[in-house]
Nanobody, 121 residues
Framework: QVQLVESGGGLVQAGDSLRLSCVAS????????LGWFRQAPGKEREFVAA????????VYTDSVKGRFTVSRDNDKNLVYLQMNSLKPEDTAVYYC??????????????WGQGTQVTVSS
């Protein structure tokens, strides 16, 4: 069992930056691949980025490439999503998720509660 708690969301203006954090707790938490997803009002949840358990591999959805960076600190069981050059269309609830053995995971087994990011124009 892995527990995930996100933080760092907020209200910013277009062009600003935010860094989201997600702390993973539980047995073998550091061995999971971790991903970030987001869900905007009225839309389905979509994949944003993922990082392998060792931090050596990352993958991003096209709309955030060059603007967002995912990283992790396994000593602290933390995963980060650095978001730069934010756009109003980045407004969403952002979720952290932990997934299984293959990278990128096809299934994520554990989810956090989400943190709201609002970008004003």
């Amino acid at each position: 069992q892995v527990q995930l708690v996100e933080s760092g969301g907020g209200l910013v203006q277009a062009g600003d930056s935010l860094r989201l954090s997600c702390v993973a707790s539980g047995r073998f938490a550091s061995t999971y691949n971790l991903g970030w997803f987001r869900q905007a009002p009225g839309k389905e949840r979509e994949f944003v980025a993922a990082i392998s358990w060792g931090g050596l591999s990352t993958v991003y959805t096209d709309s955030v490439k060059g603007r967002f960076t995912v990283s992790r600190d396994n000593d602290k069981n933390l995963v980060y999503l650095q978001m730069n050059s934010l756009k109003p269309e980045d407004t969403a609830v952002y979720y952290c998720a932990a997934g299984g053995t293959k990278f990128p995971p096809r299934v994520y087994d554990y989810w956090g509660q989400g943190t709201q990011v609002t970008v004003s124009s």
